[in-house]
């Protein structure tokens, strides 16, 4: 298999930054539900320790994927079987690269105008003055952002069942 992407299927590395933010994300929007019911607690905090850290990682994933597919772009859409259906599922996948990005740049405010450093793995950094207002409208922004990447998920989802067992094309060879 090439690590390239050709006109037909995705490449090693394309299929990879797939899959392992798939298994990422899977496991983090949970994590993140679960955190916030947590007692505050020493558990707790190292807890968030570790979603923020996974986060930080989803961020920079994202941004490497964003770039590889800038200088190797992605095969060719499948065909159209309805007007508007290529359009259709390069939107959805538009918007969920923007929702990942807001989630991760969301959550990163929040915790920077709550007034504390953060670890960025590469470096480390924090505003100088804390803002809670401006700390909590993030952290809206970070929830919201949560469920449009689910509803954008679960369409995604949707959309390669129906292209597999009723359009009956190769979509899912693209990705595996
Ligand atoms: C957290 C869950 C997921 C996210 C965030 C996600 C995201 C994406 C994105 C952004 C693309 C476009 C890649 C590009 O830039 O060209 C894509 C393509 C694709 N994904 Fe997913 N995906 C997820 C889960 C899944 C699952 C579970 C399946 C299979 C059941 C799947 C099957 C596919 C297929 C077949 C394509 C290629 C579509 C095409 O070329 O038209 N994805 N995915
Ligand atoms: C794609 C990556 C991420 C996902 C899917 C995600 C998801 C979530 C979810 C679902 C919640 C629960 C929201 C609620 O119902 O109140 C949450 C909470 C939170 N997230 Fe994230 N998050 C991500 C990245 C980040 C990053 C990068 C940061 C900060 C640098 C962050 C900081 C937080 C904080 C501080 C909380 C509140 C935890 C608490 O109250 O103890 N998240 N996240």
Known sequence: MKIINSQ???GLLAKLFH????????????FGFYLVGLEFSDKRIDLENIHILVGITIFYITLFRLIWKFFNPSPSGTKNYFKGQVFIGKANHFLLYLSIFIITISGILKKLYMGEILNFIFFKYGFEKDNFVLAEAYYEVHIYANYLLITLVTLHILAVIVHHLIFKDRILKKIF
Request: aromatic share 20%; charged share 5%; no cysteine.
């Open 8 to 10: 037909s299927e995705y």
């Open 19 to 30: 899959w392992v933010t798939f298994i990422v994300l899977i496991a983090q929007v949970p």
